[in-house]
């Protein structure tokens, strides 16, 4: 598992200032919310994309500060490849993001892979009550007999990130 973006939490209202477009959630092009994500802020179906100016972003997400908001959304991306030659059954992504139901457990062959394509994690008021965020991902499969592990830390006040090692 790797941390794949930080993007600040958007507004309960969006104000605009100058030039903007919106691109509705029902598009017709078969763009999926990763798409979106490329080109701004769209985590998912229900959330239109609004391109528009930097005074625009200013005005919505406030002056940088150092550290974390409540509402920061920490987007993580992994794989999981079966490198053995049996079958590896029931392969889940485990942790504590907001959407599993987005990763199905998967049986996976012998070579084969499952991709974890931006499990988010969204920053609380209760996790700003501490000095520092937690938070550990595991792909786990035949039944739980094998599990790897990958721990992040973050600093809540200076929003320095630690990576620990898949183990």
């Known amino acids: 598992m790797e941390l794949r973006s930080i993007t600040p939490g958007r507004p309960p209202v969006w104000q605009n200032a100058g030039e903007f477009h919106v691109l509705p959630s029902d598009n017709d092009r078969d763009w999926d919310v990763q798409t ?23 005005l919505n997400y406030g002056p940088i500060i150092p550290g974390y908001k409540a509402g920061d ?44 394509f931006t499990p988010v994690y969204t920053v609380t008021e209760e996790d700003l009550a501490r000095d520092s965020l937690e938070l550990t991902f595991a792909v786990a499969h035949d039944g739980g007999a094998r599990v790897i592990e990958r721990s992040f830390s973050f600093d809540l006040r200076t929003g320095a990130v630690t990576a620990g090692p898949a183990r």
């Open 73 to 116: 959304i920490l987007a993580f991306t992994g794989r999981a490849r079966n490198l053995g030659t049996l079958a590896a059954s029931g392969v889940v992504l485990l942790g504590p993001h907001a959407n599993p139901a987005d990763f199905p457990p998967a049986d996976l062959a012998s070579g084969a892979e499952a991709l974890y």
């Open 36 to 58: 979106w994500k490329e080109i701004g802020q769209g985590y998912s179906a229900e959330q239109a994309q609004i391109l528009g100016t930097r005074e625009a972003q200013d």
